[in-house]
């Protein structure tokens, strides 16, 4: 019985693990997602600062 209850505990901090790691992988790539448009926000503000 602790072996099963040994077996459950560790399947949820497999399940916390998991979870942590594709909430760090998604805040990756919000801030790359960020980064991106911010860098063609300033782009668009040098095509019209260069258009006039």
């Given at each position: 019985?602790?072996?099963l209850i040994k077996h459950r505990s560790f399947r949820r901090e497999?399940?916390?693990?998991?979870i942590c790691n594709i909430?760090?992988?998604s805040?990756?790539?919000l801030s790359s997602l960020g980064?991106?448009?911010f860098r063609l926000a300033i782009f668009?503000?040098?095509l019209?600062?260069?258009?006039?």
């Open positions: 019985v602790s072996l497999l399940d916390f693990v998991l909430f760090d992988q805040d990756r790539l980064e991106l448009s668009g503000v040098y019209d600062l260069s258009r006039s």
